[in-house]
C-alpha cells in the first residue's frame, strides 16, 4: 500500500512536499492496514501531513514527483517462508532504495522485520545479492526486533535501529477504547492458519484426544484476520460442531481499530496463530495464547515481553501442547504483564526519531520533540447526542407520507437469496408486530439506510449504521465488533431493548437508554391466538445454525446427534424449522406447529419466547460447556454464563432463575428425560409489558395486553 502525503500548512513554515509510504495494507490483512494507519498517525503528528492510500506499483516517474520514502512497516523483508519461494515480496520493497537514490530522494525502512524466520532472505544467494545492493540506499532504518536488526545490519543497512511494532504506538488509544463492560465468559476465540500446526490438527482428528473432548461444549468463535484465514476458518466450523463444539465465523477486516478492541474485549480469551491477533489482544487486555516457531515473530515479541509462557511451539511435546491447549480451553488462558506492553509503547520513540531524522530538511525549524500519542488526531468512540427527535412519543417520521394507509420503514433481517427466499420466523415476527401494532403497511428499510427507520424484533440493533435508528425491543451483540464499528455513524432513539445486557452494550457508548425491556414477541398472542390440536409431546426447535440448509423441511445435518429421534419418538416427539415460507401463511403454519405441541424445548430463542407467550411448557435446549446433559437451573442473580439472549428475556420478569435442559450436539438425547424435565421443571412465566406497549414510536391501533387485533388484512399483504 502506498500512503501519499501531501504536507499541509507547516507549522514550522517549511516549503511544502510530498512524501510516499510503501507498505503492504489494503491487501486483506487486519494488522497490515492498522500499521498503515499507524504510520500515517505519526507522520501527520510529525509533519502535518495529508495522507492517501494507493497500490506498491509506483514508477520512477511517478516517484520523482515526492521528497521522501518511507517503506513500512511490518513483516516485508522476506524472500522465503518455511521452505517456499517469496521473493517478490522482497523486491516489492527494497527496490524503493535504488529507485529513490535515481530520483534523489532520502528513503528509510520503518518498523520492518523479517516475516518468520529471521535470515530467511539469505537462503538463496540471488535473494542475498538483490537485498545487499538496495539495502545500501537506504538511509536508515528501524525494526520491531532485534534479530531483524542484526540481519539487516548484517545484509549492509549502514544505520539501523530497534523498536516494537508500529501497532503499540496505540497502546494508549486501546486503553481509552470502549471495552465490553459485558463479556461473554462462555466464549472462547480463535485465529489464524491452524490448519499449517500440525498438532492441531491431529487432536481435532481423533474424538478421543483430551483437546478434542474439551471442546465439546464450547462456544468458539473463528475470527477472520487476514483472506488466508477463510480457509481454515471454514474448515474448522466443520470440525469443531462434530466434537459438540458450537463454531461462528467472525469476520474482523475492515474494522476500525477502536471496534477490534471492543471486539476483542468481549472474550475470555483468544487462542491464536497470527500476529497482530496476539498484539490486539495484548493492546485488549484479555488472556492469550499463541502458536508459533521458535524464532517466529510471535516469539520474539514474546520473548521481548518476557512473556514465554503465552507461547506453544513445535518444540513442546504432543503431551505439552495437549496439556496446555486443554486447560486454555477448559478453564483459564494466561495474561501478559502490562509492565511489558508500556514498555513497547515507550520504545515507539524509535521510530519517531527516525522520521524525525529522515524529515529533517522539512522540519529543521522545529525545537520541539514531540512525543504525541499517534492515535491522538483519530477520532475515537465516544457518547452519542441523541437523535433529533428523542423525547416525541410518536415518530411520524417513520411513515412515508402523511395518509392514513402510508407504510413505516423497519429494519429486519429478511429473507434473501442467500436463505432460498425463505424467512426465518423471528426475525419476520418483527414485521408482523409493528405491522399490526400500529395498524398501518410495513415496508423493509436496509440497515444502512440513511433517514430515520424503525428497529424492533431480532439481535440487529448492533449492525444498523447510517441515519438515525429508532430501537424498540431488539437485542444488541457485541460479537464482531460491529456495534463499535458503526455507533460513530448513527444516530439512535432508543425506547426499548430486550434486556439488560442490550442496555449496557448501548450505554458503553453513551446511548442513553430507557429502563424498558422486553421482546415485543411477548404480544404475539393478542395477534393470533387459534385453538389448534395438541398432536405432539415435544415440541424441538433448533436455532436455524443448526439447520442444514434452508425452508420448512430442512434438517439438521448429521453430526448433530442431538436432533436425531429414534423410531419409538416419530410420532410424539417433533422438530421444527423456523425458516418458512415468505407470507403471513407461512409464518401461521410455523406456529400452528409450535402450538400443536404439549411440551416445547427450543435451541432457538423465539422458540422459547413463543412458547411462554402461549403458555406451553417450555426449557432451552443447548450444550453448555463442561455440564453433563440434563435439567439445570441458571441465576438470573449473577452474570450470564449462557445465551445472553434468553439471560435478559428472563431477567425481565419476576424469578430469580430460570430452567434450561443442557444437552450435547454429539451425543444423542434421552428425549423420555427430556419430557419429565420439563414437566418437573417448568413453570409459568409472566412479565408486565405495559411499559414496552407504552413506549411503541407511533400509535397503537390496539392494546395489545387487553384486546386483540381486528383482523390479519394487513398481515397478509407483507412479505418477509
Partial sequence: MLLQLKWMNCRNGCKPSWELVVGASAMGNVGDDLLAEVLGGLLRIEA???VWWSGPDVSLAQLRQFDAVVVGGGGLIYASRDGRDESQNLANYLKFGPMARAAGLPVALIGVSDQDHAGGVAS???????ARRCLQDFTLGTTRDEHSSQFLAQLGLARVATGPDLLFAW?????????AAAPQPARLAMAGEWLDCAPMVAALQDPAHPLAQALAGQEIDLLLMSDDDRRHADRLRQWLPALGATASIQDLRGRPFDALVHAFSQYRGLITTRFHGLVLALLSDIPVLAWDHPDGKKSRLLQALDATELLL?????AQRFGERMVAAVRTALPTARAAGV?????????????LRELLRPWTAESTTSRDDDPGDDVPTIGPRPPGPLVGQRHRSDLLDGAAQDSSIGLCWAASTRETAGFGNLGDSLSAVMVCALAGRPVHHLDFSHRGSKLVAVGSIAHAIHEGEAVIWGSGVS???GILAHNVPRTAYDVRAVRGPISARHLQDFGIPVPEVYGDPVWLLPSIFNEPVEKRYELGVIPHIQDIAGHGPQARPPADSLRYQIPPEFAHSVTLINTWHEPSWDGIVATLRQILACKRIVSQSFHGVVIAEAYGIPVLNFRQMPGLDNGPLEVSLLKDCSTDPRIWEFFKGGPRPSFQMYAQRRDQPTDWAAVMRAVDQRWTPFDCDASALVESFPLPLAYNPITGRIAGDGLLRQLRF
Fill in 478 to 480: 457485541i460479537r464482531g
Fill in 171 to 179: 497502546t494508549a488509544r486501546a486503553r481509552k477504547a470502549i471495552h
Fill in 48 to 50: 502535518s501531513a495529508r
Fill in 342 to 354: 508500556n514498555r513497547q509503547y515507550a520504545q515507539c520513540r524509535v521510530h519517531r526519531e527516525a
Fill in 124 to 130: 538463496g544467494a540471488l535473494s542475498t545479492m538483490f
Fill in 313 to 317: 511451539t513445535p518444540e513442546d511435546t
